[in-house]
């Protein structure tokens, strides 16, 4: 059964860190891998798309890598803000499937 | 922009009672999905449907069914509402070739006392 794990399940930093959020996947066939916020009691709102062809993706401050021969992926964040204090997901798409696994998630916290 | 509207953010409902959520997307995309959300479990799959009057069952689809009578469209239906049904329910949408992005709705938080 293909896993989504993500570590570590809560992070806290302190305002302007660049910080590092994981992604591991257990199964390589991967058509893509997308990273998504998740703020309290909201619905996810997608960040970034990484394509299985690519290796990484930039949006701002953001920066996301996909690695499939480890089965990794990171979400890189450059000095961090009290509004990037999210949950944030990642979500895989295996190749031949139309359904999506998500990881469980890392609560981000920072602080001013 | 990608809309996908739930059209409810919270819903209360009683032990036994049927209950509809409702989920419609604006982008014309082929695949529809209903997840649940629970702490430290993570989105779990229920159903997805990937064309109309088609679905496909998830991870956890007892005690729920699924219907998709237009494209737009994908409803959630709790037969029979059970207190381990309360949680937050997340609807999402995506084009059916596989190289494209998810797009979620706002979620339903629903409570069955």
């Known amino acids: 059964k293909q896993e989504v794990t993500q570590i570590p399940a809560a992070l806290s930093v302190p305002e302007g860190e660049n910080l590092v959020l994981n992604c591991s996947f257990t199964?390589?066939?991967?058509?893509?891998l997308q990273w998504f916020r998740q703020d309290p009691g909201k619905g996810l709102t997608s960040l970034l798309l990484i394509q299985s062809s690519q290796r990484e993706q930039t949006s701002g401050r953001l920066n996301a890598s996909l690695d499939k021969s480890s089965g990794r992926s990171t979400l890189y964040i450059a000095a961090s803000q009290p509004g990037d204090s999210a949950t944030y997901l990642c979500?895989?798409?295996?190749?031949?499937?139309?359904?999506?696994?998500f990881g469980k998630g890392t609560k981000l916290t920072v602080n001013p | 922009d990608v809309k996908v509207t739930q059209s409810s953010r919270y819903l209360v409902k009683r032990t036994g009672e049927k209950v509809f959520l409702e989920c419609v997307q604006d982008?014309?995309?082929?695949?529809m999905f209903w997840y649940r959300q629970d702490p430290g479990l993570g989105l779990r799959l229920i159903y997805f449907s990937y064309d109309v009057k088609m679905k496909e069952k998830g991870d956890i689809p007892e005690g729920y069914s699924v219907s998709r009578e237009k494209k737009e469209r994908f409803s959630l239906i709790l037969e029979s509402a059970s207190t381990n049904q309360t949680s937050m329910y997340l609807c999402a949408s995506s084009l059916g070739q596989s190289h494209t992005e998810a797009f979620f709705g706002q979620g339903t938080r629903l409570t069955v006392v």
């Open positions: 982008m014309d995309h082929e695949n």
């Open positions: 979500r895989m798409r295996r190749g031949g499937s139309e359904k999506l696994v």
């Open positions: 199964d390589s066939a991967i058509y893509n």
